[in-house]
């Protein structure tokens, strides 16, 4: 998503610094405040603007079903329900949609910066070779941003190893866990398995570093 969005800015167009600030805003968020803006405002059943979507939707098939012409059709749509994101099954879903709000702008942002530098000579004579779109894209820019997308790989995949707001907020762990956040629960009651696990999440992070620093370290040599 940060590659193609980054793609489409990438060109002059009337409003263009405000759809970069607007775009990378979500960046600068801060995690609880990000997870309390999307479970109540947004994915709320009732109050949300799920909830407020769902319901006009099926006002408009409602009143459809009352069409000369179009009734039958309409009559055959089931009422639709508003999801709850703070149950066991979806609450993973809602967790996932708050850390890609937040966290697409940075990638974003690399990337955009990274293409400021991309050689538009090479792009001139694709253009006159007569190659299209999607070839330039495939051949020319994806892989100019083949650092960049490997430093971005690396950065977010250390930070989300330490996500536990999103979860807190959502479900309290209900369905929905992941190594911080036990790590958290058995500090309330056993300290010691708390320790030990925190001891092997330490690991994991240097073990998860060790790779990603090689992978990076490797498409920075190429």
Not at 82 to 96: E, G, K, L, Y
Not at 128 to 141: E, I
Not at 146 to 166: D, K, N, T, W
Not at 186 to 191: A, F, H, Q, R, T
Request: zero cysteines; aromatic letters at 10%; charged letters at 10%.
């Amino acid at each position: 998503m940060g590659v193609l969005i980054a793609v489409l800015v990438n060109r002059t167009f009337v409003g263009l610094g405000i759809v970069r600030v607007l775009l990378i805003s979500p960046f600068f968020v801060m995690p609880a405040v990000n997870a309390v803006l999307w479970i109540n405002m947004i994915l709320d059943p009732v109050l949300g603007l799920q909830g407020i979507a769902v319901g006009s939707i099926n006002d408009l098939i409602s009143g459809l079903q009352s069409a000369p012409l179009v009734g039958g059709f309409f009559s055959l749509w089931p009422e639709f329900s508003p999801v709850s994101f703070r149950a066991t099954q979806t609450s993973s879903i809602a967790v996932i949609m708050m850390v890609t709000w937040q966290w697409t702008p940075f990638a974003v942002l690399i990337f955009m910066t990274s293409l400021q530098s991309e050689d538009q000579q090479q792009k001139e004579a694709a253009i006159l070779d007569g190659a299209s779109k999607w070839s330039q894209f495939r051949f020319l820019t994806l892989p100019h941003l083949g650092r960049p997308i490997a430093i971005v790989v690396m950065i977010q995949a250390i930070f989300h190893l330490s996500l536990y707001a999103e979860i807190e907020i959502v479900s309290r762990g209900n369905g929905n866990k992941n190594l911080p956040y036990l790590i958290g629960e058995l500090s309330n009651n056993n300290i010691g398995a708390a320790s030990a696990t925190g001891i092997f999440a330490v690991i994991l992070a240097n073990i998860v570093a060790i790779f990603l620093l090689r992978m990076v370290g490797k498409t920075l040599m190429e």
